[in-house]
């Protein structure tokens, strides 16, 4: 099938994209708005954009015209925390998708137990087991609809002490939920192991060496 990106409307041009660029990550957002409501928003165009210093992004879609309330709640605080989302998640990962009214708190609906965080005011979420405390780097509009590209420092991690081996994480143990398209989650099923090309890949084996 060829199609020219045109002719289709950004309800089918979303539909395609998230059945092609899969699996994705999920960043599971929590902030805090300005009465200190916790808001917490599972969000899949997410990955790490930077390391010097660290920084992650993620996109939000507007609701019509307005902001979405994970991306309001960034820009008035210029903080929020990134919770991975393992397997044993799914469930109510997947319920905090639901468009809550903003005066309502999503882990207080579904009873999800909170932590506090070191550097940011916004709380962790305790059922993931690797927390990612972010400070607003930058925020960049995009397309027609102005999606915000919401880019954040990571100001302090959190990694559970199993989940650390060679001081790496092990991708094994962290047992991660990716997101396909629709309603649609794939575990880490089977994977590959390469060796080391020249370049990029080799340079950093022999700086972990």
Excluded at 41 to 64: D, H, I, L, Q, W
Excluded at 163 to 183: F, Q, Y
Aim: charged share 20%; aromatic share 8%.
């Amino acid at each position: 099938m060829e199609i020219a990106a045109a002719t289709l409307s950004p309800a089918d041009a979303y539909r395609l994209m998230i059945g092609i660029v899969v699996p994705r990550p999920i960043a599971w957002v929590t902030s805090l708005n300005a009465a200190g409501l916790v808001n917490a928003a599972p969000f899949s165009a997410y990955t790490f954009c930077g390391k010097n210093p660290p920084m992650v992004c993620f996109n939000v879609g507007r609701r019509e015209a307005a902001f979405k309330d994970t991306a309001a709640n960034i820009r008035a605080s210029g903080e929020f925390v990134v919770n991975s989302v393992t397997v044993e998640a799914v469930e109510p990962m997947h319920e905090t998708s639901a468009e809550y009214p903003p005066h309502m708190s999503e882990v207080e609906a579904l009873g999800l137990e909170l932590l506090p965080s070191q550097a940011v005011k916004p709380p962790r979420i305790a059922l993931s087991p690797v927390h990612l405390e972010c400070k607003l780097e930058r925020i960049v509009q995009l397309g027609r609809d102005r999606d915000e590209l919401i880019i954040g420092e990571v100001v302090y991690f959190h990694v559970r002490d199993d989940l650390i081996k060679d001081g790496k994480v092990s991708t094994e143990a962290l047992n991660p939920l990716a997101r396909l398209g629709g309603p649609r989650y794939a575990t880490l099923g089977r994977y590959i192991t390469m060796a080391f090309t020249s370049g990029f890949g080799e340079q950093n084996q022999k700086r972990a060496s």
